[in-house]
T-cell receptor, first 113, second 113 residues
Framework: DTEVTQTPKHLVMGMTNKKSLKCEQHMGHRAMYWYKQKAKKPPELMFVYSYEKLSINESVPSRFSPECPNSSLLNLHLHALQPEDSALYLC????????????FGSGTRLTVV | DAKTTQPNSMESNEEEPVHLPCNHS???????IHWYRQLPSQGPEYVIH???SNVNNRMASLAIAEDRKSSTLILHRATLRDAAVYYC??????????????FGQGTILTVHP
């Protein structure tokens, strides 16, 4: 298995809703990442997990809450989002160490109404 | 993070070689040069990476200048499926086990039939 699987592919949520995005990989990668991508912009790093521990939080608002329950699974919990949070949310994984590329999922298209 | 500079857009004809340039004059000794591409409505896809020596794989070749201040991604025979945004990224590993992949604006490659 050489894929990063993200679910759901599309999500519409109200500003008072709570929802979660899920990311799964079975490549044995011990580093996992969340990125946010607005239309016609490059992806922006949000969080980095290394060995299931949060290593980097790029000053992301607390309405985004990441979780890494095990080495294969990464969640992003969403609460009280704003319409400007509408974007493509990308998950990626990689081996740790210097000499490896990232594998990205195809993303979750989130619309906040 | 060390930054990269790429042309905003390039055009090519099908079945011709494409040379995508990238400048990274502030590259440090621990930075790997990564290339990713993103097709419309998909997550980024790993293309190739290298440190000092030129690299080849089934998708492309990476030519790295001797002083490492620039690099060129070479697609040997462009196809319509190669039309995408191409990102040149310096992966900062430093003292961590995972590094950071920070995307710049990228080059939009258009391939004409």
């Amino acid at each position: 298995d050489t894929e990063v699987t993200q679910t759901p592919k599309h999500l519409v949520m109200g500003m008072t809703n709570k929802k979660s995005l899920k990311c799964e990989q079975h490549m044995g990668h011990r580093a996992m990442y969340w990125y946010k991508q607005k239309a016609k912009k490059p992806p922006e790093l949000m969080f980095v997990y290394s060995y299931e521990k949060l290593s980097i939080n790029e000053s992301v608002p607390s309405r985004f809450s990441p979780e890494c329950p095990n080495s294969s699974l990464l969640n992003l919990h969403l609460h009280a989002l704003q319409p400007e949070d509408s974007a493509l949310y990308l998950c990626a994984s990689s081996r740790t160490g210097r000499n490896y590329g990232y594998t990205f999922g195809s993303g979750t298209r989130l619309t906040v109404v | 993070d060390a930054k990269t500079t790429q042309p905003n857009s390039m055009e090519s004809n099908e079945e011709e070689p494409v040379h995508l340039p990238c400048n990274h004059s502030t590259i440090s000794g621990t930075d790997y040069i990564h290339w990713y591409r993103q097709l419309p409505s998909q997550g980024p896809e790993y293309v190739i990476h290298g440190l000092t020596s030129n690299v080849n794989n089934r998708m492309a070749s990476l030519a790295i200048a001797e002083d490492r201040k620039s690099s060129t991604l070479i697609l040997h025979r462009a196809t319509l499926r190669d039309a995408a945004v191409y990102y040149c990224i310096l992966r900062d590993v430093g003292g961590t086990s995972y590094g950071k992949l920070t995307f710049g604006q990228g080059t939009i490659l258009t391939v004409h039939p």
